[in-house]
């Protein structure tokens, strides 16, 4: 099974500040199936990237993907007040499918 | 717009079965597959097993494989998973999702909303 590990758990950022989340794999992935998702309390999860590197329709580019192998990284260029939320890395090349634990942005 | 809507809460006794439906509105049903996630109290997002909107394929996660069982009814475009011998650690929200394309493996663009299960006593 793949492992996905998020890091860091938290991160305490201000808006319009840049914000860089970490995903590590326990064993290689292919970059055509690493995902990342955003998710507010309350409502269903929100596909962000897809294909490591590919933006989901309606995502504004201040989202980034990028990463190969076991390091996959997201990238928010500058916080806006609706991204504070909790971010979830997805592997779905293998089952079973596996998400990262998260990382929670918080608004600092 | 393409959406999917799930079914209300449920609250359940040990040993019991649940069923949650996931109906899809404004696209192909067949053309995509529909995978199901639960996330726990308190817990990260946990995927569960994938079923096929064109064929009835599916892939069960072995944590609970022998307890679930996905199916659909093309008819009505709708997607159900149940889950039989509930226990308390399958206290959670279960999201029906669905794949980008026909492919098991693809990511999930469309979420439903949501339903919470609890199993208590």
């Known amino acids: 099974e793949f492992v996905l590990t998020q890091s860091p758990g938290t991160l305490s950022l201000s808006p319009g500040e840049r914000a860089t989340l970490s995903c590590r794999a326990s064993?290689?992935?292919?970059?055509?199936?690493l995902a990342w998702y955003q998710h507010k309390p309350g409502q269903a999860p929100r596909l962000l990237i897809y294909?490591?590197?590919s933006r989901a329709t309606g995502i504004p580019d201040r989202f980034s993907g990028s990463g190969s192998g076991t390091d996959f990284t997201l990238t928010i260029s500058r916080l806006e007040p609706e991204d504070f939320a909790v971010y979830y890395c997805?592997?779905?090349?293998?089952?079973?499918?596996?998400f990262g634990q998260g990382t929670k942005v918080e608004i600092k | 717009q393409v959406q999917l809507v799930q079914s209300g809460a449920e609250v359940k006794k040990p040993g019991a079965s649940v069923k949650v439906s996931c109906k899809a509105s404004?696209?192909?049903?067949?053309?995509?597959?529909i995978s199901w996630v639960r996330q726990a109290p308190g817990q990260g997002l946990e995927w569960m097993g994938w079923?096929?909107?064109?064929?009835?394929?599916?892939h069960y996660a072995q944590k609970v494989q022998g307890r679930v069982t996905m199916t659909t009814d093309t008819s009505t475009s709708t997607a159900y998973m149940e889950l039989r011998s509930l226990r308390s650690d399958d206290t959670a929200v279960y999201y029906c999702?669905?794949?980008?394309?026909?492919?098991?493996?693809?990511?999930?663009?469309?979420w439903g909303q949501g339903t919470m299960v609890t199993v208590s006593s």
């Open positions: 999702a669905r794949s980008r394309s026909i492919s098991p493996f693809d990511a999930f663009d469309i």
């Open positions: 404004s696209y192909t049903f067949t053309s995509y597959g």
């Open positions: 079923i096929s909107g064109y064929n009835d394929n599916t």
């Open positions: 064993q290689s992935v292919s970059s055509s199936y």
């Open positions: 294909g490591t590197s």
């Open positions: 997805h592997q779905y090349g293998s089952s079973p499918r596996t």
